[in-house]
T-cell receptor, first 118, second 109 residues
Framework: GAVVSQHPSWVICKSGTSVKIECRSL??????MFWYRQFPKQSLMLMAT?????????EQGVEKDKFLINHASLTLSTLTVTSAHPEDSSFYIC??????????????FGPGTRLTVT | AQRVTQPEKLLSVFKGAPVELKCNYS??????LFWYVQYSRQRLQLLLR??SRESIKGFTADLNKGETSFHLKKPFAQEEDSAMYYC???????????FGTGTRLQVFP
């Protein structure tokens, strides 16, 4: 089945530093990837839609200069949290959509990355 | 406004009992509805979608447009059904998913 990986699975960083999270589709090409944020005991909130080769589309209220998204290839999207602050501490989850004609266009989710900013 | 509501945070039943996880939605247009499941220490995965009209692991869900609901049902719960269940919707011409807050199902032996 389709697998999406995320790296790292867990990261601690100091306030003011930047952190990069990778999302990879391992056995399919993902023309579209999505980045979500999940606070403890809350739902997943879509942050942005990442399209290969073009700029990401951010949801209302998400700072695009703070959460930089790059989708340079059909199997990799990265989320960089710039100048991280403690309030950015959260669980970040990506998903990838198989864009092949034979697919069901289902979104496959990564295991998530827990970011803690101290 | 587009919204998915799951009124129950926790649902506890005994093995063999029927289960119904409630989901109501608000959407202007014809959405596509999904149920996702997250087992302990695993990633989120698709359980079923309304357009497939299929039963997965004994679960079914019927879209009721009049009541704007998409409740998930299973006649006889099993212990391995214990997990977090999220209802979600997307629009016809968009891949964006809007999730509900989730319901934790606990099935006791």
């Amino acid at each position: 089945g389709a697998v999406v990986s995320q790296h790292p699975s867990w990261v601690i960083c100091k306030s003011g530093t930047s952190v990069k999270i990778e999302c990879r589709s391992l056995d399919f090409q993902a023309t579209t990837m999505f980045w979500y944020r999940q606070f403890p005991k809350q739902s997943l909130m879509l942050m942005a839609t990442s399209n290969e080769g073009s700029k990401a589309t951010y949801e209302q209220g998400v700072e695009k200069d703070k959460f930089l998204i790059n989708h340079a290839s059909l199997t990799l999207s990265t989320l960089t949290v710039t100048s991280a602050h403690p309030e950015d501490s959260s669980f970040y989850i990506c998903s990838a959509r198989d864009g092949s004609p034979a697919s069901t266009y289902e979104q496959y989710f990564g295991p998530g990355t827990r970011l803690t900013v101290t | 406004a587009q919204r998915v509501t799951q009124p129950e945070k926790l649902l506890s039943v005994f093995k063999g009992a029927p289960v119904e996880l409630k989901c109501n939605y608000s959407y202007s247009g014809s959405p596509e509805l999904f149920w996702y499941v997250q087992y302990s220490r695993q990633r989120l995965q698709l359980l079923l979608r309304h357009i497939s009209r299929e039963s997965i692991k004994g679960f079914t869900a019927d879209l009721n447009k009049g009541e704007t609901s998409f409740h998930l049902k299973k006649p006889f719960a099993q212990e391995e059904d214990s997990a977090m269940y999220y209802c979600a919707l997307s629009g016809l011409n968009t891949d964006k998913l809007i999730f509900g807050t989730g319901t934790r199902l606990q099935v006791f032996p």
